[in-house]
């Protein structure tokens, strides 16, 4: 394995559970780039059950596009770029595809280390099959049945504060080795130990015998402090491990990558981490990835990162996932046309048995929206129930996924956006059509100048900057005074209502600083101070003041309902560049 | 680019693997024939558990104490009332098994004891020829017939009978008042259905399957609590039935027929419907690229479940009428329309 550091090109696979991505960086002009994107279904699924078809005509297709030969005889990756210029110098990989690892979490209390083994399972991929707790009035037996029943293929330990229980611990470890001499070989779950480090030893030793033990840093070292992020890096490496088991091809990807293959969730949270380092520390950095069959939330604060992967929850098999949680009204109302219930419903469930389709219709692209909407809104509320710490303002803001990539219009997948997560505060939305964040979180620890450089480059696509005030007063009520100065000294004044969008007269590219009086108690951030005023620069949807409100209450009424949905529409389609 | 393929096929050779989950028992052999519903391997697998704790019991400190005491080994299989532990001396005390059951293991003075257990069957899933015994695991079995695949079904359930055809035209819908008390023991083919007391009614004629041109999804529930396999062939909302599907089916009425209703996309697993026929045809690719005159199955409105045939792929990409931009083929539906379909709502029909 070699380093990145020095490469002049990078080649990025991403393997989605439903596209493959091939993404190329190159350096030009000693400043690095984002070439080329080349998409293919992924493969590891039937009938091919191999990654390795995905990523050919993924490849394949990128070569098309770049007229650049990156495959050569037998088709096989040209790795380093040949003197002819053939091939790339250096490749990583990041998957989303497999099937869901089953978990079982265990902990000492339920509230305390079992709730951390919970955060901790929701930053992958997985499923949490089973929970078992000291507060748990079940048998043993009766628990054993439950570990036996849940066909889990790992189980997070946790439990004991540094120097603290011990005993307590040895009684979860002594469920385990039940369950463990009671299964097959080939079924028993791997074990990921993140509790009290003075047992870590016995641990490994005793229920290492019977299937792979991996020992990580306490995450609950005392009750009130939580560090999940060492147990992440190697719950990360166990689950790319585990999924690598149930296709072909990952082995022969790993050989030639120049960094361990990890997943999608986990490089984006890795980036997120990073540009929070880069950026203002007051300020947090939100990544949101709305995938085929989970959606991914990464908020970083000064270097401190929250992961969260919502699953099934996603615009592919996810949506089964969705039509769980939500009643259909709840989509209806995103929508701003006469259709009924059954038809929105059958339509996503359909969307589940083929999720790589694409809607041909404004209906269709309309349903598909409603549901990206609320999607959001429960991976941004599961995300803020986890963690109670955080909030919805971040500044910036990076999306990603292809139903946001792939709608229509910048003004859709922003109202969407906006829609969904109710971001508060102010704030800069940036769309990654590309699909870049998980290949340069991949990067980024080896290449710390390549993110860098292709965030500067305009590889993401600036939406707008948006202004989210929160305030009480009633819907018309005045609740902000703005004054924007333009560089050239040019000035506009406007009052913003409450309940209102307002489209702000900056175009893309453009910079304005504003002021604004906040009126009747109305909040603008609550990370920073706004009275000198601050710098703004439009997107392609310009910028925009977003007063509608936090939780934004739609209008009961459908018809007045569907009148506000198309006045917002056309409130940011206006601000668009012909 | 990689096509999604979908099996509607007069006469084709089928290969289907099927294996169980865990290690277990194969009964099948290679050469012998098969019916659909015929039970190709079994295992055991534990559902519940009684934990003795011999040494807490019987008020030992330490280990060694209790399993002295231990009359049992791993492994051995007990009655109700057998002993497991027996202090011995003038006051013995003994622990007796509390149910039938086997001795799963011995540790730190207790004894688990494996009290119940649940069979787990791989069943056929179409009739043919065992090809194929993979030990400990399952068989496959290879058959000519004709074929078509679902796009959903109720679990991976069998059902074998005379096939009925219920359905005039691909738009009709399934009634509850249609199926009769003489469809008892037969394979329903409908068209599309919105009443869950349709099969209701279907469960307790009883029906051996019910294949469906498309289903409302409320009725997803409902579907997956029956015991009788359910096929939809189009997916969820009001689509007829498409049209080589339809004509393959009511050309085939009053046939023997098999239907096994498996969902699982990632696994490859789609229910089908099979008609056995004594010609052997030609095994049929799995996966194909896109290509001019391929026969192609439309998904997504407004042309959902319609067949026609690709004219061209088209390069690049290509704006949508929504303004939504994706590769893209030049499809020909019957009559003579040509529309633009992405390449992702297009199955090909091999």
Request: charged fraction near 20%; charge should be neutral; glycine fraction near 8%.
């Given at each position: 394995m070699t380093s990145v550091v020095d490469a002049d090109s990078l080649l990025a696979i991403d393997i989605g559970s439903v596209n493959t991505r091939a993404l190329l960086f190159d350096a030009v002009d000693g400043q690095y780039h984002f070439l080329a994107a080349g998409m293919a279904p992924s493969s590891w699924g039937a009938p091919f059950f191999d990654v390795g078809e995905g990523v050919h005509l993924a490849v394949s297709r990128l070569q098309e596009i770049t007229s650049r030969p990156l495959l050569g005889s037998e088709n096989r990756l040209q790795i380093p770029t040949q003197p002819d210029g053939s091939g790339v110098d250096r490749m990583v990989v990041t998957m989303s595809a497999g099937r869901d690892v089953q978990i079982l979490v265990m902990g000492l209390l339920n509230d305390v280390s079992l709730d951390s083994?919970?955060?901790?399972?929701?930053?992958?991929?997985?499923?949490?099959?089973?929970?078992?707790?000291?507060?748990?009035?079940?048998?043993q037996d009766v628990q054993l049945d439950a570990i036996l029943r849940s066909g889990a293929d790992l189980v997070i330990l946790a439990g004991g504060t540094e120097r603290g229980a011990t005993r307590s611990v040895s009684k979860l470890v002594e469920l385990l080795l039940l369950a463990a001499r009671t299964l097959p070989t080939e079924k028993r779950p791997r074990v990921l130990y993140s509790?009290?480090?003075?047992?870590?030893?016995?641990?490994?030793?005793?229920?290492?015998?019977?299937?792979?033990?991996?020992?990580?840093?306490?995450?609950?070292?005392?009750?009130?402090?939580?560090?999940?992020?060492?147990?992440?890096?190697?719950?990360?490496?166990?689950?790319?491990?585990?999924?690598?088991?149930?296709?072909?091809?990952?082995?022969?990807?790993?050989?030639?990558?120049?960094?361990?293959?990890?997943?999608?969730?986990?490089?984006?949270?890795?980036?997120?981490?990073?540009?929070?380092?880069?950026?203002?520390?007051?300020?947090?950095?939100?990544?949101?990835?709305?995938?085929?069959?989970?959606?991914?939330?990464?908020?970083?604060?000064?270097?401190?990162?929250?992961?969260?992967?919502?699953?099934?929850?996603?615009?592919?098999?996810?949506?089964?996932?969705?039509?769980?949680?939500?009643?259909?009204?709840?989509?209806?109302?995103?929508?701003?046309?006469?259709?009924?219930?059954?038809?929105?419903?059958?339509?996503?469930?359909?969307?589940?048995?083929?999720?790589?389709?694409?809607?041909?219709?404004?209906?269709?692209?309309?349903?598909?929206?409603?549901?990206?909407?609320?999607?959001?809104?429960?991976?941004?509320?599961?995300?803020?129930?986890?963690?109670?710490a955080l909030n919805m303002t971040f500044e910036p803001i990076f999306a990603g996924g292809a139903a946001l990539a792939q709608a229509a219009t910048p003004a859709q997948a922003l109202l969407t956006l906006l829609d969904g997560l109710q971001p508060s505060g102010l704030t800069t939305i940036f769309i990654d059509p590309y699909g870049l964040m998980a290949a340069l979180g991949a990067v980024a620890p080896s290449n710390s100048i390549l993110p860098v450089q292709i965030l500067e480059s305009g590889a993401f696509q600036n939406l707008g900057a948006v202004i989210c005030p929160v305030s009480d007063a009633r819907p018309g009520t005045t609740i902000l005074r703005a004054r924007l100065v333009f560089e050239d000294g040019n000035e506009t004044r406007l009052d913003v209502k409450q309940g209102s969008l307002v489209p702000l007269p900056v175009r893309h590219g453009q910079t304005a600083r504003v002021y604004l009086e906040a009126l009747h108690g109305t909040q603008i951030d609550p990370r920073r101070r706004t009275s000198g005023g601050f710098k703004i620069i439009g997107g392609v949807c310009g910028a925009l003041i977003d007063a509608r409100g936090r939780p934004l209450a739609l209008p009961e009424d459908p018809g007045r309902r569907r009148e506000s949905l198309l006045r917002w529409s056309q409130a940011i389609e206006s601000r668009r560049p012909a | 680019m990689l096509a999604q393929v979908t099996h509607i096929l007069g006469l084709t050779n089928i290969r289907r693997t099927r294996t169980l989950p865990v290690a277990g028992r194969v009964l099948v052999s290679p050469g012998q024939r098969v019916h659909a519903a015929d039970v190709i391997a079994e295992a055991d697998t534990a559902t519940r558990h009684v934990l003795l704790d011999v040494r807490r019991w019987l008020g030992y400190t330490r280990v060694d104490e209790a399993e002295r005491v231990i009359v049992r080994h791993e492994g051995e299989r007990v009655q109700e009332g057998d002993v497991i532990a027996e202090t011995g001396g003038l006051f013995s005390r003994i622990i007796r098994a509390p149910s039938d059951g086997?001795?799963?293991?011995?540790?730190?003075?207790?004894?688990?004891?494996?009290?119940?257990?649940?069979?787990?069957?791989?069943?056929?899933?179409?009739?043919?020829?065992?090809?194929?015994?993979?030990?400990?695991?399952?068989?496959?079995?290879?058959?000519?017939?004709?074929?078509?695949?679902?796009?959903?079904?109720?679990?991976?359930?069998?059902?074998?009978?005379?096939?009925?055809?219920?359905?005039?035209?691909?738009?009709?819908?399934?009634?509850?008042?249609?199926?009769?008390?003489?469809?008892?023991?037969?394979?329903?083919?409908?068209?599309?259905?919105?009443?869950?007391?349709?099969?209701?009614?279907?469960?307790?004629?009883?029906?051996?399957?019910?294949?469906?041109?498309?289903?409302?999804?409320?009725?997803?529930?409902?579907?997956?609590?029956?015991?009788?396999?359910?096929?939809?062939?189009?997916?969820?909302?009001?689509?007829?039935?498409?049209?080589?599907?339809?004509?393959?089916?009511?050309?085939?009425?009053?046939?023997?027929?098999?239907?096994?209703?498996?969902?699982?996309?990632?696994?490859?697993?789609?229910?089908?419907?099979?008609?056995?026929?004594?010609?052997?045809?030609?095994?049929?690719?799995?996966?194909?690229?896109?290509?001019?005159?391929?026969?192609?199955?439309?998904?997504?409105?407004?042309?959902?479940?319609?067949?026609?045939?690709?004219?061209?792929?088209?390069?690049?990409?290509?704006?949508?009428?929504?303004?939504?931009r994706a590769p893209a083929a030049d499809v020909r539906l019957e009559p003579e329309t040509q529309v633009i379909i992405p390449l992702a709502n297009l199955e090909v029909i091999e």
């Open positions: 083994a919970r955060r901790l399972a929701a930053t992958t991929y997985g499923s949490i099959v089973e929970a078992i707790s000291l507060n748990d009035t079940r048998r509790g009290n480090q003075v047992l870590a030893r016995k641990i490994k030793e005793v229920l290492g015998k019977y299937t792979d033990v991996e020992v990580t840093p306490n995450i609950r070292p005392s009750i009130d402090l939580e560090d999940l992020g060492p147990a992440t890096d190697t719950l990360t490496r166990a689950v790319t491990s585990l999924r690598g088991q149930q296709m072909s091809g990952l082995d022969a990807l790993a050989q030639l990558s120049a960094a361990p293959l990890t997943q999608t969730a986990y490089a984006m949270g890795r980036l997120i981490r990073f540009l929070s380092e880069l950026y203002d520390a007051s300020k947090g950095v939100l990544g949101v990835d709305l995938g085929a069959s989970s959606t991914t939330l990464a908020a970083a604060v000064a270097g401190r990162l929250n992961l969260n992967v919502s699953r099934p929850l996603g615009m592919g098999a996810g949506l089964a996932g969705l039509l769980q949680q939500v009643q259909p009204e709840q989509l209806l109302r995103w929508l701003p046309i006469d259709i009924t219930p059954g038809e929105v419903v059958d339509y996503l469930w359909q969307k589940t048995l083929y999720p790589a389709s694409l809607p041909m219709t404004s209906t269709t692209l309309a349903i598909e929206l409603a549901a990206a909407r609320e999607i959001l809104r429960l991976a941004s509320n599961q995300m803020i129930e986890r963690y109670p | 086997v001795i799963v293991t011995i540790t730190a003075g207790r004894v688990l004891m494996q009290v119940e257990s649940r069979p787990v069957q791989v069943l056929s899933g179409i009739s043919g020829v065992v090809t194929e015994v993979y030990p400990e695991r399952g068989a496959a079995i290879e058959s000519s017939g004709a074929l078509i695949q679902g796009a959903w079904g109720n679990g991976p359930m069998v059902g074998e009978g005379l096939m009925v055809i219920l359905l005039k035209t691909p738009e009709d819908e399934l009634q509850r008042t249609d199926l009769e008390v003489s469809l008892r023991g037969a394979v329903v083919v409908g068209g599309h259905c919105k009443d869950p007391e349709a099969l209701r009614v279907a469960a307790s004629l009883p029906v051996r399957a019910l294949v469906l041109a498309s289903m409302s999804s409320d009725l997803i529930a409902v579907a997956r609590g029956m015991e009788f396999p359910i096929m939809v062939i189009e997916g969820f909302g009001r689509v007829p039935m498409n049209e080589a599907a339809f004509r393959l089916l009511t050309t085939s009425d009053k046939r023997d027929v098999s239907v096994y209703a498996p969902f699982n996309l990632a696994a490859g697993e789609r229910p089908e419907l099979f008609i056995p026929l004594p010609t052997t045809g030609q095994m049929a690719p799995d996966s194909v690229y896109f290509a001019p005159n391929q026969s192609v199955r439309i998904q997504g409105e407004p042309y959902r479940g319609r067949v026609g045939s690709i004219v061209q792929v088209r390069p690049g990409l290509t704006v949508l009428p929504n303004g939504v």
